[in-house]
Structure formats: structure tokens, C-alpha cells
């Protein structure tokens, strides 16, 4: 095992630049996850780690050694990819021991690693079958597999749940991290899909627009983002934004439609200025004296209750942990929690509570 550091790294088609400079250090047997949007610049930053691009600017070491010009098989990583990219006329098996033929390993030792791999797994019962007589939970460990046998120093996934449907990709993440549990191995993980980080990482990297806007772990980014991009885009659903002033006097926020609610908390506002208060759909409860809003939806889920509601110009969305039988044109109250707060500049985005002690980006 070892662990990840990447300098500066650059990477460019030409004249496009795509990735600015990132830094990022990942410990010896640390889960890290890359997420962000498409064309975000994430999955060619593991392409950029695997060798499979080259490296532009900077540098990417792997225990601790620079690796920018050697090629993969040299690297000592294994990549499990979106498409599983098996063999269709090997069998498991076949599929699974491949790299180590390649790698002329004695017959006892790919007979060890493939019994094992195959029973942490469990693919014993499917070693002579062929990956068109999978399912796609599967395939999708007997691409894992591929990787397991080899022993590598760190394993890259990319994307590799998003062809999966929705309950088999709750199954697939939790046996994910049972492995990495297991194996402790160094895992660097890309996916466009916030519930994926934040239930598996360690740490996470949100990235947008080939930077780096946030690195921490999964509750340090959603309870102290650095901007109104993390915000929004960790979470689900999505933090609420209401823009506004702040007040000095008091120490308030006043939305655009004159209501005031007070901080609770330092801020960096200077009186007058225009910003934006975020507060988590959980954080909304109902209010005898919170914002006037009227109901547009109720998605009752059985163990919540989410609400969409329109406040003024905005929607607001709310969850609550209680049923409810609102009617649509229903209008109620919310208030948020005290405590449960942020607020950010209405034109940069970047936060503006006082003493935050957000993750920093490095460099």
C-alpha cells in the first residue's frame, strides 16, 4: 500500500486547460473521493493518476515516488471502470487472472489469489461462468476481483456503480467499503454522485470546473462548505439559498421580503451588505413566527416528509422527520434552526461565518 500525493498537476488539450493546478495528498490506505459534475475534470485526474493521460503540469507521486512517465503496468495500481470491461469470451476465472498471467505469475500463486478474491467476494459459484450469464452486481465484482488479485498499491474506481439501478447500487456501495475495510487498501473513488461520497469516503475532494473547492470529510464538508457550490452540491436535498442583507444592528439577515432572522453566530458581513443565507432542508421546522410559505408539493417517503414550498419569489424545500398531510396552497410557517445557519457573500459565494474552520484547499 502507499499513499497518493498530487503537486500542481495540470492538464491541458491544447489550448484548453482542464484541471488548474490541483494539490491533493491521500494517506497510506485512505478512502478518497472525487466528486463533483460532469466535466468537472475528475475522472481525467484519475485517468492522469492511473497513466492512462499524461501529465501536463506538476506532479503525481505514488509512495512517494514520482510516477509522470511510467506507464501503468508499471505504476502498481489497478482501475475498476464504469463498463467493467471484461473479457466476454473468458470466463470469471479467465477474467480475473488475466493480469497475472500477463505477469507470467507461478500457477500456485494465481490459484491462492483467485480463491481468495473470489471468496471475499463471493463469485465462487460463478468462476466458469461467462460475464453475459452475470448480472450486472456481478460483472461488477468480478471487476473488482480483477483488481483484488493483483494486490496493488491502490485501486482506482471510476464511476463504476453508475450502470447499476438504485437498490443494487446501495448494495454495491456498502460491499465497496466493506472491502476497502477489509483490504485497507488505498482507494481513490470518482462519482458525480453525492450520496456515493458521502457514505463512503474518508475524505472528499468537491471539484467544479477543474479546481479544487473543498477537501475534508464527508461531515466536515456538509456542516462548514466554503462556498455556495459545496453547499448545493453536497446534500440532497439541496441547501436553500435566500438572498438578502446582513444587518449589523442585531446581527441579522433580512430577506427580500422584510423578514428578519437573527445569525446566532460571528459573521465577516459588513453592515448593508448583500448575501445569502443557506440552511439545510432538515433545519427548517414548523414556526408559529418563521417565514410565511405556501405548499406547492409534499413527497411523503414513509420515514419523512419532504415539503416544496414557495416563499415569496423562491422555492424552499423542507424535510421533516414527522408525517404531514399538507394540501397544496396550504400556507404554514418554518423558522430555522438556531444554529444551523451559514451565510455567504451574494457575488464571490465564498463563506462568510466567522471562525468556520472550513477544510482548506492546499496551495
Known sequence: MAGVKISKALKAYGALNVLHGIDIDIADGEFVVLVGPSGCGKSTLL????????????????????????????????????????????TVAENMV????????????????????????????????????????????VAMGRAIVRSPQVFLFDEP????????????RKEIKELHQRLKTTTIYVTHDQVEAMTMADKIVVMQGGNVEQIGTPLEVYDRPNNTFVATFIGSPSMNLLKGFYQADGNLFVTESGDKIELGFETEAADGQLVLLGVRPEHLSLSESGLRATVNVTEPTGSETVLFLRYGNKELVSVFSERHDFKPGQEIAVAPRAGKLHLFDAHSGRTLRRNHEVASIPG
Not at 492522469?48 to 503540469?57: C, K, Q, R, W
Not at 514520482?66 to 503496468?73: G, R
Not at 500456485?108 to 471475499?120: G, P
Open 47 to 90: 485517468r492522469m493518476i492511473a497513466g492512462l493521460e499524461s501529465v501536463t503540469g506538476g506532479t503525481v507521486s505514488i509512495g512517494g515516488k514520482v510516477v509522470n512517465n511510467l506507464p501503468p503496468k508499471d505504476r502498481d495500481i489497478a482501475m475498476v471502470f464504469q463498463s467493467y470491461a471484461l473479457y466476454p469470451h473468458k
Open 98 to 141: 488475466f493480469a497475472l498471467r500477463l505477469q507470467k505469475q507461478p500457477p500456485d500463486v494465481i490459484k491462492q489469489r483467485l480463491q481468495a478474491a473470489a471468496e471475499t467476494l463471493d463469485l465462487v459459484p460463478y468462476l466458469d461462468r461467462y460475464p453475459r450469464q452475470l448480472s450486472g452486481g456481478q460483472r461488477q465484482r
Open 161 to 172: 456503480l453508475s450502470n447499476l439501478d438504485a437498490k443494487l447500487r446501495v448494495q454495491m
